[in-house]
């Protein structure tokens, strides 16, 4: 007599079966979660370290700009005056406010005399926003100006440590002089033809 194959009932889903398998997917959540809670720490703690490089890179370019501003200061009215303008007086940055005192613009060198005021934009790196800008600032300046009685004219100048010759081109375009540095010193700028714009 042939033996046969005995198979086992199968046993269904049982009660036991079902709460290992709850169990077993909330201890699967509950690690998900200790690794999401996890991931977002570490992308706080990300968000907070770029902030600080950020605002140590702001520094860092803050005082680049300051660099540069010291090393065309000193030079700058000697300068202007070889060129006619007989600038009397020089100041850095120059913060003009409203009549409620609400900030309009900041200058970074401001030289005068009793006819011409010259503003002078200085940059690490100058670019063609920064050029942008500066017209801009000019507009509130003669705004200001005009809204102070002040009929001297407005020349603008733009300096940049870092300057392609796009950028000083366009700078040329917009009526700016261009402050290259030149040495220890500085060199402004002034192809043939040029005319400074008068705002």
């Known amino acids: ?18 709460w290992a398998m709850f169990q077993e997917t909330d201890r699967k959540m509950q690690e998900t979660d200790r690794k999401m809670q996890e991931t977002d720490r570490i992308m706080q703690e990300t968000a907070l370290q770029m902030r600080e490089t ?14 540069i501003e010291e090393m065309i200061f000193p030079n700058i009215l000697e300068k202007f005056n070889k060129l006619g303008y007989g600038f009397g007086r020089a100041a850095t940055n120059v913060r003009y406010q409203d009549s409620r005192g609400e900030y309009i613009a900041e200058v970074d060198i401001l030289l005068e005399n009793g006819d011409v005021v010259l503003a002078v934009e200085v940059k690490t790196t100058l670019t063609n926003t920064d050029v942008r ?4 600032r000019m507009e509130k300046l ?11 004219n407005l020349l603008g100048a733009v300096a940049g440590a870092i300057a392609s010759k796009e950028v000083k081109d ?20 002034v192809p043939e033809g040029f005319k400074p714009r008068e705002w």
Do not use: N, W
């Not at 366009?170 to 700028?189: M, W």
């Open 133 to 136: 800008d500066h017209l801009r």
């Open 54 to 67: 950020d605002r140590k890179i702001s520094k860092l370019g803050s005082k680049l700009g300051d660099l």
């Open 1 to 18: 007599m042939a033996k046969e194959k005995v198979r086992e009932p199968q046993m269904g889903l049982t009660f036991e079966k079902v």
């Open 170 to 189: 366009f700078a040329v375009k917009s009526g700016f002089f261009v402050l290259e540095q030149s040495g220890d010193t500085i060199r402004i700028s």
């Open 142 to 152: 003669r705004r200001y100006a005009d809204e102070h009685q002040d009929k001297r």
